[in-house]
């Protein structure tokens, strides 16, 4: 079901999801078709779980797949905004909002704070050297660097609705606790540490590493939120108050 949009509403949104899932859908293929090959004889990279192992890559794949959920959204679905009331969201927009407010903002913005900080501390606790002759700067900071500008522009652009914290909270928590469980499993079947920080800390610090990692994603989460209340003003009761007044 299609619903109307003013001319602006509906095609800013249009470019900009087209140009940033372009830039992401050139990012997925570099990556794989020329940097993993490269990766081939660099440490834990083409070992057991190949790039599916490493966070980035995820989010790769998962800000890929938004930003074309969210382009198909604008061209198929709505960009209802909080005064429109929920029947005007169309599934792909609520699958849409979902995605961003679950997945896409805080394990991008995740990643990008993450890296840099442990970039700052000492690189080849999370980036040896020995990366930059394979991979390029560019493709660098689109994967660890643009993500998160990315995501903030988008909340701008166009309005999320994000679930109650009840939902949002105990999703992001969960995928985080399957990747967390998947490079343990990692570990213990293949010997092989995803992270060298991991490697390095004893198990107490990495048991109080990875409860620190579950405190950022809900932070973020929280931030993605305020985020959206700050570009399109206090939101939280203006969808049912619109509906009711219909």
């Known amino acids: 079901m299609q619903f109307e949009q003013s001319p602006q509403r509906r095609y800013f949104p249009v470019l900009y999801h087209a140009l940033v899932f372009a830039v992401w859908m050139f990012t997925l293929y570099k990556d794989i078709t020329f940097i993993q090959p490269a990766k081939r004889n660099f440490g834990v990279h083409q070992t057991y779980g190949g790039p599916w192992k490493f966070l980035?890559?995820?989010?790769?794949?998962?800000?890929?797949f938004y930003f074309g959920i969210a382009l198909l959204n604008?061209?198929?679905?709505?960009?209802a905004g909080p005064e429109d009331g929920k029947d005007k969201h169309s599934t792909l927009q609520k699958f849409r909002?979902?995605?961003y407010s679950i997945l896409?903002?805080?394990?991008?913005a995740f990643v990008v704070a993450s890296f840099w900080s442990l970039y700052a501390v000492d690189r080849e606790l999370v980036y040896p050297a020995e990366l930059d002759k394979i991979i390029p700067?560019?493709?660098n900071h689109v994967m660890h660097t643009t993500v998160l500008p990315f995501l903030l522009?988008?909340?701008?652009?166009v309005y999320h609705e994000y679930p109650s914290k009840k939902v949002g909270i105990p999703g992001i928590v969960f995928f985080s606790s399957l990747y967390q469980f998947w490079i343990l499993w990692i570990?213990?079947?293949?010997?092989?540490?995803?992270y060298p920080i991991l490697r390095v800390l004893s198990w107490p610090m990495r048991i109080v590493?990875?409860?620190l990692c579950w405190v950022l994603v809900m932070i973020l989460y929280l931030c993605g939120h305020e985020v959206t209340q700050m570009c399109w003003g206090p939101t939280q009761g203006k969808t049912l108050q619109a509906k009711k007044v219909k």
Do not use: H, Q
């Open 153 to 157: 522009i988008e909340a701008y652009v």
């Open 56 to 64: 980035t890559f995820w989010n790769e794949l998962i800000n890929t």
């Open 74 to 79: 604008d061209l198929c679905g709505s960009n």
């Open 209 to 211: 590493f990875m409860v």
């Open 137 to 139: 700067s560019w493709l």
């Open 104 to 108: 896409a903002f805080p394990i991008g």
């Open 97 to 99: 909002d979902r995605m």
């Open 187 to 194: 570990a213990f079947k293949a010997d092989i540490w995803v």
